[in-house]
């Protein structure tokens, strides 16, 4: 069994089995995950520098508080379960509290001598320090939420574990491999960051994230930053059944969206150069597409988006006058077929750039540490500036620069790629409060993107539930499987959707072709099928590559079963004020 370091501060996880539901949420500081699937997994894992303590379950439903210490001090452990019975190890705040049912018990080292400080009675730990514990007990917002805070001058990591066995799990961050629910896909240790795992297999996460597991951690580690003293906050939460508790965190948890997505491209479907081109793009090649599309009976599209490569430099925000010499020529021919149009842009500026030096001299770029402009490696670039949307200055300098764009060629509106904090460079230093670090890039990322209207599309979110944007899923693979593939396109819907994401917009149909060819006929029908009662539909490379066979019957299937249903979605209440997803289903168990 493996551990996961993961950090949120507001993050969002949903478990249930026959005996009721518990969704948990609202974490900060530093903490980590240990799925548990069954009742008998051993937890939790610590590294060799750390003490390692195993125990085991053999009843469903156990909680448990584990204080972790250095390697040199090996604690003797004992727990409180629901069914209360008795046991020798003390708790906090009284010796006789009651932790049944549902609150929380704390396990502590059976040696340690409480010590009267004030009304409560405190435990201090040979070699640990001070642990204290605040704010148990029932909320002002409702009686079913409590909040735990535990606060160490001296421990080099603070864990809380709860044991639930016997259970589904729901929610957390895009994976590569994506089930549902995802109790059945281990996981290995890794930050709780967003991330890229298509540049990086090792990353375990993608670009949205709210999750919460079975245990949490708070400690000093990159890619946080570490302080004194060392502080792990949570609130979890009850309820009778699986949608109870999703309502309930929902309101709690999660700000609804202040405005909705555009309506045409909810009920008309989008087309991407990427797959089809991908960086070999210009001009005629666009204008040619825009019309292959109208030409074939798809004039009722909603846009046309131009991919990588358009830029005379990455990070100029400039279109390349060789491959692209009149761009608002280009712009305006198609929109005369009635089609939009909208570009890709992300938050890099190569070094090699003119705009570089500018952004350089400013200080619009992340800085490391040491107080040094960090250099990003990303896939279009060796070195690279990130832009720094935590810092308002350097956010108006680039948003500035997409708006006069926009004047100058007549975009409607851009993709915005990146924006995880895997992008950053080491040990970067951003603006606001660091206990939100490194995170807060992607949430301010999102942000900055929401300016540019109903169209905007991002691959990150976290936090961002209120803004009114399209969330794409990461670039899918051209295969079968769970692993990124065709499976994994409703389970990555679902998890979307759960942790408060209703616009989502799903891969190209066919996957991305990556390593030449195109994919199967019979791949690329199943993918357009499952893709129809999304609420987006996002074409790249064109149904008619195959024959004209498959071209006749996508259209058809469109036109009939497409904006039909989605229409219907809309008209039975996408309102962005009653904070509805689209997709939120879940396995309902009986009252």
Known sequence: MSCVPEKSSTNLFLHHNSRGALFMGRISDKWRVHPTPNAHVHMPCYHALESRVTYRSDTPKKLVIVLASSASYQPTMAWISKSCPAIESRTLNSPNRSSCPWQPGYLVPKHTTPRNHGKKRIPRYRRVGRLRESDIGASVITQRLSKVHWTSRYAREIQDCYELSETHWYGGGETHTQVWPIETNPRVESPFVTGDFIQDPMINYGGVLEVLLACFSARDRPPYTPRSPLTLTYEWCVADNVREAHKLASRIFFSTPERSVDELMLVRPLW??????????????????????????????????????????????????????????????????????????????????????????????????????????????ANAGVI????????????????KLQKQTGLDSFKFDAGETFWLPGNPVLSGDDTLWPNVYSTKYVETCAKFGGLVETR???????????????????????????????????????VGYPFVLPDMIGGNAYGGGVPSKQLYIRWMQANILFPAVQFSIVPWTFDDEVGVFIYTKFKRDITRTLSRMISCGLNPRLGRTIFQRLKLIPE
């Open 272 to 381: 991407s150069t990427w797959a089809q081109f991908k960086e070999h793009v210009n001009s005629t090649i666009v204008v040619q597409f825009a019309h292959e599309i109208v030409d074939r009976g798809f004039a009722n599209s909603s846009h046309i988006e131009i991919d990588d490569n358009w830029e005379s430099c990455y990070g100029e925000e400039a279109f390349n006058t060789l491959k692209f010499p009149n761009p608002k020529a280009m712009v305006d021919e198609i929109k005369s077929l009635n089609l939009r149009v909208t570009a890709w842009v992300h938050p890099f500026v190569n070094y090699e750039c003119p705009m570089f030096s500018e952004g350089l001299r400013n200080g619009y770029f992340v800085k490391d540490a040491k107080g040094q402009t960090g250099l990003s490696r990303w896939w279009q670039g």
């Open 388 to 403: 720094d949307v935590t810092n308002q200055h350097a956010r108006f300098w680039w948003t500035e620069r997409l708006e």
């Open 460 to 498: 990150v979110a976290h936090q961002t539930q209120k803004h009114g944007v399209f969330v794409r899923m990461l670039d899918k693979d051209s295969r079968w499987g769970h692993d990124n593939g065709l499976r994994s396109l409703i389970p990555t819907l679902l998890q979307f959707g759960i």
